[in-house]
């Protein structure tokens, strides 16, 4: 749980690593193991709401979306930009494609 806490919160300032899954998994641990730690990262006001969210209604904010999408289209911008294989910049067009079509089929948050 601790593990997935800290890549959780290294992810907010890392594009690359995701946030949210860590979090989930942090507080899936805890659950089966610290009331303590899962109450304080339930009750986080940053860090609980999105898991609350994705508990209680498997719904994503729409401030979350925005960021996921924007963050895509860095990662892709910037492998073009970088001048990456033509391969490469395809396959993450696929993969974020997948990706973004997931995050933008899941329930807004109320």
């Keep these: 749980g601790l593990v997935s806490l800290a890549l959780g919160i290294l992810g907010i300032a890392l594009p690359l690593l995701p946030t949210t899954p860590f979090l989930l998994l942090a507080a899936f ?3 089966r193991s610290s009331e ?4 304080w990262l ?8 999105p898991i ?3 508990r209680e209604h498997r719904a994503i904010s729409p ?3 925005r960021l996921a999408a924007l963050a895509m289209i860095l990662v892709i911008a910037t492998t073009i930009f970088l001048g990456s294989p033509g391969a490469v ?3 993450q067009i696929v993969v974020l494609s997948l ?6 089929t899941r329930p807004s948050s109320p």
Excluded at 42 to 49: K, T
Excluded at 99 to 104: I, L, P, R
């Design 29 to 31: 641990c805890f659950g």
């Design 36 to 39: 303590r730690l899962q109450r």
């Design 42 to 49: 339930l009750d986080h006001p940053r860090l609980g709401p």
């Design 52 to 54: 609350r969210d994705w």
């Design 63 to 65: 401030k979350a979306k």
């Design 89 to 91: 910049v395809v396959a």
């Design 99 to 104: 990706v973004g079509a997931f995050v933008f």
